[in-house]
């Protein structure tokens, strides 16, 4: 019988804000201060129901950023003195997010066993190291994001607690090596599993595309392919599956080797961080070394979130998702029996709307926060769903999928290109000015300013609102701006009624809709580590094929410059750009 010890707690981990579906994001030097980490846990083991802890399995991995080793193997002991029954860890701590999903979802044990939930060890996008972030969530046994309720729970939990369970006494797990190490715990047998991490997911993949038709466009000698992990979690399922399972060469590999610093890099998958892919695919400021691939895409440290690009060419997550959703019937095997429903969230621009109405499908606008999806998808309401940072996915799992993303658009490559490996081929360019065509083009800009003093970010999202009660004060400050932008029809802050369980979100962005069906959203984003990060969503819609293939920069202007002097953004911030623009 293992003894274990009972520690004082000392203060919420939360620092009085409350956590959302992402979890608890703060720097390694906090993570690491005694009983910091344990109060997390603890109180999410309290705010779980019973038969979810006392003889359960849960996971316990993640991207593994500099501090993952050490977590493991502290919610592992509190794992046995709490009573779970057994722990499943990916090799070396790794799995990715929508991996982890998949494991709950899908995963059998030797011995019948079946997840009900998991502590993922991520903080997404943001850099890792001993100096950078760190983070912890807790997955349910639907394998999507706890839901509010326990959430609310775990922080209410973190501000009362006394005391922590942890078996001490119990052994360091070797998380490098395969097999099941068997202990006795304070409340009976205990086991941990470490597995390998691509098995389940690739065996998942592997159900949903059609490989074989992938294989025929990634070895044929017109096609190129280049795919950068930038060294996060992604790197462990890449290699298994476009080189072993896809024939690529392993020289269309970037940065796949997962590193606790991400190699000194940011790992978001955007033009401005993921540098190396951008220059190779002939988007950088220098010249490019030969010529550039037709395919290149990118992963964030948890490979939930993607980036596509085509030679020369870069796709906004906005149009990727409406032409995912446009093609999948035809070129995804999974969804050949039809889409039940799309759904983006709120910020995401139109292009998913447009797509929906014209294939005649449900279509839902939700608030950011992958558990609304969630909800759809397991009423059975939704298949195909994206949000504008870099998230796709459907409900395959029920967290956004990196790979899937970029499996999903080899397929409509495939698919294109079935009968014209030996001719011209069909590119990553002519299928998304097809679509325009088709459906329109939503000129889309997102501008974040990261690190905000959180007091300024505060009132400048109050003085919008504040803004929002007089619009011909809105529309006078529009034209005293820019004359050839039109008027403002409606501003409002975006609240949603979940038609799955009826609970209400308020407070979601801020919204500036235009007589064009151009829009202006503002909002505080929960990602960060530290400070605030404000984010600017600019969109305009343009129905004639003529003036699709304008430079976005240039069609957006105008309401660059309306947004800028109607949100006081350099005034109240003190910047004079944004930190980052996609």
């Given at each position: 019988m293992v003894v274990f010890k009972v520690s004082r707690v000392q203060t919420s981990p939360f620092d009085g804000q409350k956590p959302g579906t992402s979890g608890l994001r703060k720097k390694v030097k906090v993570f690491v201060q005694p009983n910091y980490l344990h109060n997390f846990v603890q109180a999410t083991f309290n705010a779980l129901t019973a038969e979810k802890v006392r003889g359960a399995t849960l996971v316990v991995s993640g991207d593994g950023r500099y501090f993952s080793k050490d977590a493991i193997q502290i919610i592992t002991k509190m794992a046995a003195a709490n009573g779970v029954r057994r722990v499943w860890v990916g090799q070396n701590g790794l799995l990715s997010t929508p991996a982890v999903s998949c494991v709950i979802r899908e995963r059998v044990g030797p011995d019948g066993s079946k997840a009900t939930g998991a502590f993922i060890l991520t903080a997404s996008h943001n850099p890792g190291g001993p100096h950078e972030d760190f983070g912890i969530k807790y997955n349910m046994e639907n394998g999507g994001p706890a839901p509010e309720g326990i959430t609310d729970k775990i922080y209410k939990n973190t501000t009362t607690i006394t005391e922590y369970l942890i078996a001490e006494d119990l052994p360091d797990v070797d998380i490098s090596a395969l097999g099941v190490t068997n202990f006795t715990g304070p409340e009976g047998p205990f086991d941990v599993e470490v597995f390998d991490s691509a098995t389940d997911y690739v065996k998942l993949m592997k159900s949903i595309f059609d490989f074989e038709s992938i294989r025929k466009l990634l070895t044929s000698p017109k096609f190129s392919f280049c795919y950068d992990a930038l060294h996060g979690v992604a790197g462990a399922y890449a290699k298994r599956i476009f080189v072993d399972e896809l024939g690529a060469q392993e020289n269309s590999l970037l940065n796949c080797v997962p590193k606790e610093d991400f190699g000194g890099g940011h790992p978001d998958p955007n033009l401005t961080y993921a540098k190396e892919l951008v220059a190779r695919m002939g988007l950088g400021n220098s010249e490019t070394q030969g010529e550039p691939p037709e395919f290149g895409a990118a992963a964030d440290g948890?490979?939930?979130?993607?980036?596509?690009?085509?030679?020369?060419?870069?796709?906004?997550?906005?149009?990727?998702?409406?032409?995912?959703?446009?093609?999948?019937?035809?070129?995804?095997?999974y969804f050949s029996a039809g889409l039940k429903g799309v759904a983006r969230s709120m910020p995401t621009s139109a292009a998913l709307d447009v797509v929906a109405k014209h294939l005649n499908l449900k279509f839902f606008e939700v608030p950011t926060g992958w558990k609304f999806f969630g909800n759809l998808m397991d009423a059975g309401l939704c298949s195909i769903c994206g949000e504008e940072s870099f998230g796709t996915g459907s409900d395959h799992i029920r967290e956004k999928d990196g790979i899937w993303a970029v499996l999903a658009w080899l397929s409509i490559l495939a698919y294109k290109n079935k009968d014209k490996l030996q001719d011209k081929l069909v590119t990553v360019e002519d299928i998304v000015r097809n679509h325009w065509a088709t459906y329109g083009r939503h000129y889309y800009t997102r501008y974040d300013y990261e690190n905000v003093d959180a007091g300024a970010a505060k009132e400048l999202m109050a003085y919008l609102v504040k803004l929002q009660s007089s619009l011909p004060e809105v529309n006078k400050i529009v034209k005293g701006v820019r004359s050839d932008v039109s008027n403002v029809v409606n501003a409002d802050e975006f609240e949603y009624k979940d038609p799955v369980d009826g609970s209400i979100s308020s407070h979601q962005g801020i919204r500036y809709l235009f007589e064009d069906g151009s829009r202006l959203i503002f909002r505080l984003s929960g990602t960060g580590s530290e400070g605030a990060t404000i984010r600017l969503y600019i969109e305009q819609y343009e129905k004639d094929p003529s003036k699709t293939g304008r430079l976005s920069h240039e069609a957006l202007a105008p309401l660059v410059d309306v947004a800028l002097k109607l949100s006081k953004m350099q005034e109240y911030t003190g910047r004079s750009a944004p930190t980052v623009i996609t």
């Amino acid at each position: 019988m293992v003894v274990f010890k009972v520690s004082r707690v000392q203060t919420s981990p939360f620092d009085g804000q409350k956590p959302g579906t992402s979890g608890l994001r703060k720097k390694v030097k906090v993570f690491v201060q005694p009983n910091y980490l344990h109060n997390f846990v603890q109180a999410t083991f309290n705010a779980l129901t019973a038969e979810k802890v006392r003889g359960a399995t849960l996971v316990v991995s993640g991207d593994g950023r500099y501090f993952s080793k050490d977590a493991i193997q502290i919610i592992t002991k509190m794992a046995a003195a709490n009573g779970v029954r057994r722990v499943w860890v990916g090799q070396n701590g790794l799995l990715s997010t929508p991996a982890v999903s998949c494991v709950i979802r899908e995963r059998v044990g030797p011995d019948g066993s079946k997840a009900t939930g998991a502590f993922i060890l991520t903080a997404s996008h943001n850099p890792g190291g001993p100096h950078e972030d760190f983070g912890i969530k807790y997955n349910m046994e639907n394998g999507g994001p706890a839901p509010e309720g326990i959430t609310d729970k775990i922080y209410k939990n973190t501000t009362t607690i006394t005391e922590y369970l942890i078996a001490e006494d119990l052994p360091d797990v070797d998380i490098s090596a395969l097999g099941v190490t068997n202990f006795t715990g304070p409340e009976g047998p205990f086991d941990v599993e470490v597995f390998d991490s691509a098995t389940d997911y690739v065996k998942l993949m592997k159900s949903i595309f059609d490989f074989e038709s992938i294989r025929k466009l990634l070895t044929s000698p017109k096609f190129s392919f280049c795919y950068d992990a930038l060294h996060g979690v992604a790197g462990a399922y890449a290699k298994r599956i476009f080189v072993d399972e896809l024939g690529a060469q392993e020289n269309s590999l970037l940065n796949c080797v997962p590193k606790e610093d991400f190699g000194g890099g940011h790992p978001d998958p955007n033009l401005t961080y993921a540098k190396e892919l951008v220059a190779r695919m002939g988007l950088g400021n220098s010249e490019t070394q030969g010529e550039p691939p037709e395919f290149g895409a990118a992963a964030d440290g948890d490979a939930d979130r993607n980036m596509i690009l085509g030679k020369r060419f870069f796709v906004t997550p906005s149009d990727s998702v409406a032409i995912i959703a446009a093609n999948a019937v035809e070129a995804i095997p999974y969804f050949s029996a039809g889409l039940k429903g799309v759904a983006r969230s709120m910020p995401t621009s139109a292009a998913l709307d447009v797509v929906a109405k014209h294939l005649n499908l449900k279509f839902f606008e939700v608030p950011t926060g992958w558990k609304f999806f969630g909800n759809l998808m397991d009423a059975g309401l939704c298949s195909i769903c994206g949000e504008e940072s870099f998230g796709t996915g459907s409900d395959h799992i029920r967290e956004k999928d990196g790979i899937w993303a970029v499996l999903a658009w080899l397929s409509i490559l495939a698919y294109k290109n079935k009968d014209k490996l030996q001719d011209k081929l069909v590119t990553v360019e002519d299928i998304v000015r097809n679509h325009w065509a088709t459906y329109g083009r939503h000129y889309y800009t997102r501008y974040d300013y990261e690190n905000v003093d959180a007091g300024a970010a505060k009132e400048l999202m109050a003085y919008l609102v504040k803004l929002q009660s007089s619009l011909p004060e809105v529309n006078k400050i529009v034209k005293g701006v820019r004359s050839d932008v039109s008027n403002v029809v409606n501003a409002d802050e975006f609240e949603y009624k979940d038609p799955v369980d009826g609970s209400i979100s308020s407070h979601q962005g801020i919204r500036y809709l235009f007589e064009d069906g151009s829009r202006l959203i503002f909002r505080l984003s929960g990602t960060g580590s530290e400070g605030a990060t404000i984010r600017l969503y600019i969109e305009q819609y343009e129905k004639d094929p003529s003036k699709t293939g304008r430079l976005s920069h240039e069609a957006l202007a105008p309401l660059v410059d309306v947004a800028l002097k109607l949100s006081k953004m350099q005034e109240y911030t003190g910047r004079s750009a944004p930190t980052v623009i996609t």
